[in-house]
């Protein structure tokens, strides 16, 4: 495991979880900072859904700051085995779940329980287009495990990130640059099961 990273504002402020040594890369604090200043509003009891979770940062700050579940997806086994340390260590463990599993695949899953969320944070590889394709047409779906009026949170290189061809039951409602890295906020429509 690398050095960790940190969890910026709430309830678990100030701790440190641990990072798996290969195949992921934690969105940058200040990169986190500002999103989830945007976010905030909407973390209060809300349902999350971490997609490509790495090490789970993105969803342990949703919890920290106010969200009541967190999912968390990801298809390395070492990395769900680093995110389910890391929630038994910050005492979340009864707040979260961790699927080892693809992307598509965990959403097919999710769609078919029912289940439904209000946040997915979807930060993929950078250089898996076709993952992040995939998976957005797959959230855009109108079966996709998705509340009226969620928020989809799409990580992506700039020069490759585009506006998203999703369509469907997604619109794009803001995007925030940072550097290289474009991050887009998706809004399901109203029109949309669920």
Sequence with gaps: MSGGVRII?????????????HGTR????RMRQSLFAVLEPRLPGARVLDLCAGSGAGGFEALS???QHACFVERSREAAGTIRDNAAALGV???????????????????????????????????????????????????????PGSLVVATGRRRTAGAPAVGGTLRLVRELPFGETSIQLLERTEGAAG
Aim: aromatic share 4%; net charge negative; glycine share 8%.
């Design 26 to 29: 934690p969105m940058a604090d």
């Design 93 to 147: 463990g009864e707040r979260t779940e961790v699927r080892t599993s693809e992307a598509r695949a965990a959403l097919a899953a999710l769609s078919a329980s029912g289940e439904r969320f209000d946040l997915v944070l979807f930060d993929p590889p950078y250089d898996d287009l076709a993952l992040r394709d995939e998976a957005l047409r797959a959230l855009a779906a109108p079966e996709a495990p998705l509340r």
């Design 9 to 21: 504002a709430g309830d678990l402020g100030g701790r440190r979880i641990a990072v798996p040594e």
């Design 65 to 67: 700051r106010g969200a």
